[in-house]
């Protein structure tokens, strides 16, 4: 499919998906927003939807890590809408804080992986365990037993996530003793162990080495097949990342181009 116009023909294209497959959605509307009179982002319209593995990139400085930090909710923009739909319910992506919108499922990969590092690879995945019953004091002593049973699920949902991506083995051993690309692993279990159906991932193959970006975007195209989890995926290795991907969002000069894989 050719390269569409900038912006209204984009959101007209993407919004041909099938929506009654849809299980979960993440629709930006006209959003822009500047930098001390800077314009870096116009008008900006996407949309990714359930099993969709949707590429954002565009040169350094184009605005994609600040379009998805308005799209995760740590930043407001100065005129736009998003809408999260989770199963048929609508959700003001701007009216919520980012860990209430994990919550309700939408969740963040950053550049960073961020993980606890003397927990050990379980305890990292284990600590994104939404609403556990034993915070609370009253509950652990009131409903011991189904506080523990809580606990065994999340930690079968756990170690089901690490063995999926290939971490298994690694599950006692803390994250300072991981290397790059095992670290990004757990960090995506961790972000999967939300329960989230939108996945905002920053970067996910910087700093590995080609052997293992090949192995984890393997991993994500399986994971978008078998889950149909949607993903947005800022990526510069474009060549490792792009035949997984079903469509792309180009950003240039404040604007954001839409483009269909074809075969996808």
Aim: aromatic share 4%.
């Amino acid at each position: 499919m050719p390269v569409e116009a900038i912006n209204q023909s984009a959101n007209s294209s993407a919004k041909t998906t099938e929506a009654a497959s849809c299980v979960a959605s993440l629709c930006a509307d006209g959003v822009s927003l500047a930098f001390g009179g800077q314009q870096v982002l116009k008008n900006i319209d996407l949309e990714v939807r359930s099993g969709q593995i949707a590429h954002l990139r565009g040169g350094n400085g184009s605005g994609k890590t600040t379009l998805l930090n308005i799209l995760s909710g740590f930043l407001k923009p100065d005129s736009g809408q998003i809408k999260l739909v989770i199963d048929n319910q609508p959700i003001d992506v701007l009216s919520h804080a980012p860990a209430t919108l994990a919550r309700l499922g939408l969740a963040r990969l950053w550049q960073d992986t961020r993980l606890f590092a003397s927990m050990t690879v379980l305890e990292n995945v284990l600590a994104a365990s939404p609403r556990p019953l034993g915070i609370s004091p009253v509950m652990s002593l009131l409903a011991y037993s189904r506080v523990q049973k809580q606990e065994r699920e999340f930690k079968h949902q756990a170690m089901t996530l690490l063995d999926m991506l290939g971490m298994a083995d690694r599950a006692e051993s803390t994250g300072e003793r991981l290397s790059g690309g095992q670290a990004k692993r757990v960090a995506i279990a961790r972000m999967l162990q939300t329960g989230a159906e939108i996945l905002l991932l920053d970067e996910p193959l910087a700093g590995l080495d080609k052997e293992s970006a090949v192995r984890l975007v393997e991993d994500l195209n399986l994971l978008a097949d078998d889950t149909r989890k949607a993903m947005l995926i800022v990526e510069h290795n474009h060549d490792a990342i792009s035949p997984v991907c079903d469509i792309s969002y180009t950003l240039e000069n404040g604007f954001l181009r839409y483009e269909e894989h074809e075969g996808q």
